[in-house]
């Protein structure tokens, strides 16, 4: 079965760090451009971090830039979002995917679309 597998996510303090894992099973994300994005209470979901297929370059929204870093492990199938110095504002849900959309090196809001592997979500939650 194919599905990509969440985890890492959790209630912390302003400041703090949190990973966040997204699984991959029954295919193998060497190649993929991989998105992680984010859906906050009443909010739009909005693209927070991309790592393309072909060189693994990197790509942020602003308000995240310099705190949070996406990378991948392919001995481990897995895609990662190390996120430092959180603020309450990234409290959200957020989403890992076999799908990016880019304006001007900025991650976009995406909804699903066919052919494309969504993870379930994984909840955090930052405190003041």
Not at 27 to 41: E, H, I, K, P
Not at 106 to 114: A, H, K, V, Y
Not at 121 to 128: A, L, P
């Amino acid at each position: 079965q194919v599905q990509l597998v969440e985890s890492g996510g959790g209630l912390v303090q302003s400041g703090r760090s949190l990973r966040l894992s997204c699984k991959g099973s029954g295919f193998s994300l060497v190649g993929w451009t991989m998105g992680w994005f984010r859906q906050g209470r009443g909010n739009q979901r909005e693209g927070v971090s991309c790592i393309t297929g072909t060189d693994d370059k990197t790509y942020y929204t602003d308000s995240v830039k310099g705190r949070f870093t996406i990378f991948r492990d392919t001995r481990e199938n897995t895609l990662y979002l190390q996120m430092d110095s959180l603020e309450v504002e990234d409290t959200a849900v957020y989403y890992c995917a076999t799908a990016c959309s880019l304006t001007a090196g900025i991650p976009q809001p995406r909804e699903p679309e066919l052919n494309e592997y969504w993870g379930e979500g994984s909840q955090v939650t930052v405190s003041s």
